[in-house]
């Protein structure tokens, strides 16, 4: 059974303070890992897909990172604007209707 | 930009009755999915869809659970005699390719009392 482990489950920063989320995953064989921002009673809105161990991601303040057993998040000078729930999602090779294992998340706030 | 969008937007119902969500996916895309989300809980994915017929579902959508493309741009999730445990967030998505990122709508809030 695929398995998606974020941590932590909470991160309160000050604005500017950088830090990294972790997603870790279990599956097998994977074809893609994704990054999402929710923000409290929206959908999931896109970041990053990450398809191979060693591959890197950049948008804005935020990059993805992936190895072949977990996937980081790094957010650099982060403004209260970033402040959301992070969610990390994998896609296995064998699903055939591109199914998303979602993780339980990393809630955000970024304090001014 | 392109976006799916999902009415309405909030629906109460009483237990034992018949709701359907509609979305509209991305007016290209191939791959149409629902997933919904209880209140403090994750993302579940229930079902995908594609060439007009369900390519995987999980072990949360059975029989109470369909999918249907009634015409070239809607996708409705019809919910049959619902129960206190269906309220949730309720998620379309929808990509272009398997593999591919899916884009989520805003979501259905369903409450049942």
């Known amino acids: 059974e695929d398995q998606v482990t974020q941590s932590p489950e909470a991160l309160r920063l000050q604005e500017g303070e950088s830090s990294s989320l972790n997603c870790s995953y279990t599956v097998s064989g994977l074809r893609g890992l994704f990054w999402y921002r929710q923000d409290p009673g929206k959908g999931p809105e896109f970041l990053f897909t990450l398809y191979s161990a060693g591959e890197e991601k950049e948008k804005e303040r935020l990059k993805a990172t992936l190895t072949k057993k977990e996937s980081f998040l790094h957010i650099t000078a982060p403004k209260p604007e970033d402040s959301a729930t992070y969610l990390c999602a994998v896609q296995a090779m064998k699903t055939s209707g591109s199914r998303l294992t979602f993780g339980e998340g990393t809630q955000l706030t970024v304090n001014p | 930009e392109p976006e799916v969008t999902q009415t309405p937007s909030h629906q109460v119902t009483q237990m034992g009755q018949e709701v359907i969500l509609r979305c509209v996916p991305i007016s290209n895309h191939l791959y149409f999915y629902w997933y919904r989300q209880i209140l403090g809980q994750k993302v579940e994915f229930l079902v995908s869809?594609?060439?007009?017929?369900?390519?995987?579902k999980s072990e949360i959508f059975d029989d109470q659970f369909s999918v249907e493309r009634p015409d070239g741009s809607n996708f409705t999730l019809k919910i049959r005699s619902t129960k206190l445990e269906d309220s949730a967030m309720y998620f379309c998505?929808?990509?272009?390719?398997?593999?591919?990122?899916?884009?989520f709508g805003q979501g259905t809030r369903l409450t049942v009392v």
């Open positions: 998505a929808s990509s272009s390719d398997r593999g591919t990122e899916a884009f």
């Open positions: 869809f594609y060439n007009n017929e369900i390519s995987e």
